[in-house]
């Protein structure tokens, strides 16, 4: 199945974000070797949802490259997840909304190229499965 360049633009914005998930995870390494830490045992846990989040992430990318509509649907999750976060720094005693548009652009740019890889990918789509039903 051949790709478009918008899929792999949207494959290699994911790639990027999985390698940035990968960053935070060795700062929460960094921090609990230094002590940084009020809880191990939740720093632990957190570091270990936060490598599977980055290898689910780099996934997705992978299955996008390949143009498959589950990496396209769980990369779109991840967006909305990120924006949640970035809505969730709007609130609290430290709310701040200079944070909360960091966090969220990078979110609306891979949404944006995650939708566009989608409607990209659906008239190939509607002719595979075409081509599928004329073999049965």
């Given at each position: ?56 992430v ?33 609130t ?38 075409a ?6």
């Open positions: 199945m051949r790709t478009t360049g918008i899929e792999k633009a949207a494959s290699v914005y994911l790639a990027l974000e999985a390698v940035a998930v990968l960053a935070l995870s060795t700062w929460e390494m960094l921090a609990l070797i230094s002590g940084d830490s009020a809880s191990v045992p939740s720093s632990i846990a957190l570091l270990v949802l936060t490598v599977v989040a980055a290898a689910a780099a996934a997705f990318a992978v299955v996008v490259w390949r143009g498959g509509s589950w990496g396209r649907s769980g990369g779109i999750v991840v967006q909305l997840l990120i924006l949640a976060v970035a809505g969730g720094t709007l609290g005693p430290d709310a701040d909304g200079s944070i909360a548009l960091a966090i969220a652009a990078p979110a609306l740019v891979g949404l944006a190229l995650l939708i566009a890889a989608s409607r990209a990918a659906g008239p190939r789509t509607r002719l595979e499965t081509a599928d039903e004329d073999e049965v």
